[in-house]
């Protein structure tokens, strides 16, 4: 059996950043989930087996097979409370945790990053952004992703760490952060300037990031 790990993804993955989430995952059957933005219906322009499926109108009968049965589960961005709200409606928070224990590698960006956190920043609620403490705590304190891609984003969070809200970790458009168990492994991008930094009450600290080529 594989060891618990999730790559979070700080926006869209290119082709060479994808690979490289299959190459962990250790094969190419990929779940794809949308209930964080459930109106684009369009195909994901990435590579491997992706097995698209909806909780609308109702949620596949098969949802745990489906989940067990691949090789990685990819959660799309968009509305990070909505998604969370209907995962805990079915009852999928508990067999992504069921997956993620058993090996099936999770992966996501933006909404798709920040959930898996206990924490993250998110523009659930508006544009201004604002922390949300509702993430399903498979990997302890916050996160924050688009932080170089978004004007607001660092700012915004940097100032909430600064408060009462956990410390965590942020990443910029197109770098990716490996975790095994509840331990981040490493950061990777193929962006030249991109980068992945921990956010503490004292500011910000650059992480080590190894660049894919």
Excluded: K
Aim: charged share 20%.
């Amino acid at each position: 059996m594989n060891s618990p790990q999730i790559v979070g993804i700080g926006g869209f993955p290119d082709e060479v950043l994808w690979e490289h989430v299959l190459s962990l995952a250790g094969g190419r059957r990929v779940l794809v989930d949308n209930a964080a933005s459930p109106q684009s219906t369009d195909p994901l322009p990435l590579a491997g087996e992706l097995v698209p499926f909806s909780f609308y109108p109702y949620p596949p009968e098969n949802l745990r097979e489906l989940a067990l049965g691949g090789d990685a589960i990819v959660v799309c961005g968009g509305n990070t409370a909505n998604m969370l709200a209907v995962w805990r409606l079915h009852g999928f928070d508990a067999i992504l945790r069921e997956a993620w224990e058993t090996g099936v590698l999770l992966t996501g960006w933006s909404a798709g990053m920040i959930c898996w956190y206990e924490a993250g920043v998110t523009d659930s609620f508006g544009p201004q952004l604002e922390g949300m403490r509702d993430g399903l705590g498979f990997l302890p304190g916050s996160a924050c992703p688009h932080y170089d891609g978004e004007e607001l984003r660092r700012p915004v969070y940097t100032q909430l760490v600064r408060g009462d809200f956990p410390a965590g970790i942020a990443l910029d458009d197109g770098v990716a952060a490996q975790y095994l168990g509840r331990e981040l492994r490493e950061i990777v991008t193929d962006r030249p300037d991109a980068g992945g930094y921990r956010i503490g009450p004292d500011g910000e600290e650059s992480l080590p990031v190894r660049r894919l080529e």
